[in-house]
């Protein structure tokens, strides 16, 4: 007979350990989600291989350079996207209709940790995203500019981005039913890849409409990596404007977030 | 554990609507009542999910909502259902919770005791009802909780398993853990409750211990509980 003591002796680790703790959890289960890796992986990967590894770069206005070198930053933009939003609102969506973010109410996770867990499982799946997409470029003979200044553009953009587009996914799984964040998040990973100037410059647009696409943060995060490393500098205005938007959606998701 | 006389909207519905009762340390307390009496509501005000309209509720002298932070370790809370990613393993899930506690329970003591152990490899989504309900009751306590919320426990689970749901549970509170009990199963709040709490429309219409309300066992709780809950009944012409 098994002589388990129950008797209280409650206590919250260390906040960093349960921040890793959750951010491990969140990656294992990501890369154990077949459509999750679709969207966070093999969608990218795809598209780079037919806009750099094939004639179709050089029939669609991706920018002024070589093809493989506008198709590799505008392709990052699109893998951020993936996971910062798609996957994070979908995930996100689910764990609460399964009850997990309730669960993880009641435990000594805070609401601190668990979106600073979450922030880190989705930085992780963008280095293994960065390693792929970048060593894919350059087998297909990406050349980027601008050396430390490219790679600093391009950090931030990335960081930059995932907190914008990590807030928009929170926000919408935090008012949303998961099923209609399930839609709602492919829907809109769609219409940015198509009209937010993710693949297509915001000049190849009507010049009508150049004016709100010029807005959207899809735009600031593919331009930003865009100017980065085609033309090797770090891309404050986009910052800015990945920034704002990240502040804006931030505050929206504190005030909408619930445990239940 | 206190509550004074608390009030918890959802838009113009009183869900609960004055309700009071107050649960000793180290018993075991039973709020039992119809589907809707308000039971569940009740108890997620005490874990800080619901924020009462008015009245006062501590646990541990602490605000469930205000305090939350810091009242958050020392409760286990099992839910009704669910409370795990549909992927995640078993004993993955257990171990992850463990991790978020200072000083846990040992795991592998834990999974023999509510035999997971054949199961501690499958993914959440395949466990039969009867494992998730053990897999939940471990990650209520695997924290070394002070009080220990558990939400009709027992259900789903074969004769075997419930009593040995019901040692645990006595366990717990042999060891200093202030058990709460949300259940619809008079026998087991009959023989594990210190404490019954009969709640309908809202409040507490009935408190005392089994041996008080059944009469000295004159007469079953759950007739009790019958008698209590009935609905009015109809005029007949």
Redesign the interface.
């Known amino acids: 007979m098994t002589t388990a003591t129950y008797s209280p002796r409650p206590g919250s680790a260390p906040w960093p350990r349960k921040v890793l703790a959750h951010a491990r959890m969140e990656f294992r289960l990501l890369i154990r989600n077949g459509e999750q890796l679709l969207l966070a992986l093999v969608i990218p990967l795809g598209l780079l291989l037919l806009l750099g590894g094939t004639g179709l770069g050089n029939r669609l206005p991706l920018g002024d350079g070589a093809p493989i070198d506008d198709a590799v930053p505008r392709v990052l933009g699109l893998a951020v996207l993936s996971s910062s939003f798609t996957s994070l609102a979908i995930a996100t969506g689910f764990e609460r209709r399964y009850g997990v973010i309730k669960r993880l109410g009641a435990s000594p996770l805070s609401r601190t940790g668990l979106l600073a867990g979450k922030i880190g499982a989705v930085l992780a799946v963008q280095l293994i995203q960065l390693a792929v997409l970048a060593g894919t470029g350059f087998a297909l003979g990406w050349d980027p500019a601008g050396g430390v200044d490219a790679v600093l553009g391009v950090v931030l953009m990335v960081l930059c981005g995932t907190a914008a587009f990590g807030s928009l996914g929170l926000l919408m799984a935090g008012v949303l039913r998961a099923e209609a964040t399930l839609a709602a998040a492919n829907l809109l990973y769609l219409l940015l890849l198509v009209g937010g100037a993710i693949l297509t410059p915001v000049d190849e647009y009507p010049a009508g409409l150049q004016g709100v696409v010029r807005l959207l943060p899809s735009a600031a995060l593919a331009n930003g990596l865009a100017n980065a490393t085609v033309e090797g500098v770090i891309p404050w205005a986009a910052a800015l404007s990945l920034a704002l938007w990240a502040v804006v959606l931030g505050y929206l998701v504190s005030r909408t977030f619930r445990w239940d | 554990m206190e509550i004074d006389n608390l009030v918890v909207r959802y838009g113009e519905k009183a869900a609960v609507n004055g309700l009071s009762l107050t649960v000793t340390g180290g018993t075991v307390a039973s709020v039992l009542g119809p589907n809707g009496a308000g039971k569940t509501t009740t108890v997620?005000s005490c874990?800080?999910?619901r924020r009462p309209y008015s009245g006062r509720v501590r646990v541990l002298g602490l605000d469930p909502v205000a305090d939350h932070?810091a009242l958050?370790?020392?409760?286990?809370?099992m839910?009704q259902?669910?409370?795990?990613?549909?992927?995640?393993r078993a004993l993955?899930m257990l171990r992850?919770?463990a991790?978020?506690?200072?000083?846990p329970?040992?795991i592998p003591?834990?999974v023999?005791?509510l035999d997971l152990g054949t199961c501690g490899r499958t993914p959440y989504r395949r466990l039969s009802g009867g494992q998730k309900q053990r897999l939940s009751f471990a990650?209520a306590?695997v924290?070394?909780?002070?009080v220990a919320f558990l939400d009709e426990p027992t259900t789903g689970l074969d004769p075997h398993g419930r009593r040995e749901i019901w040692q645990l549970i006595r366990?717990?509170r042999d060891?200093?853990?202030t058990v709460v009990l949300t259940t619809h199963a008079m026998d087991e709040a009959e023989q594990l409750s210190d404490q019954v709490h009969v709640v309908s429309a809202g409040k507490v219409i009935a408190s005392g211990s089994p041996d008080e309300l059944t009469e000295h066992h004159t007469k079953s709780l759950e007739d009790v509980y019958l008698a209590l809950t009935a609905p009015p009944k109809r005029e007949t012409r």
């Open positions: 997620e874990e800080g999910f932070d958050m370790p020392r409760i286990g809370v839910l259902e669910g409370g795990a990613w549909s992927g995640v993955e992850y919770v991790t978020l506690h200072t000083h329970l040992d003591a834990l023999e005791r990650l306590i924290g070394r909780p002070e366990d717990l060891d200093g853990v």
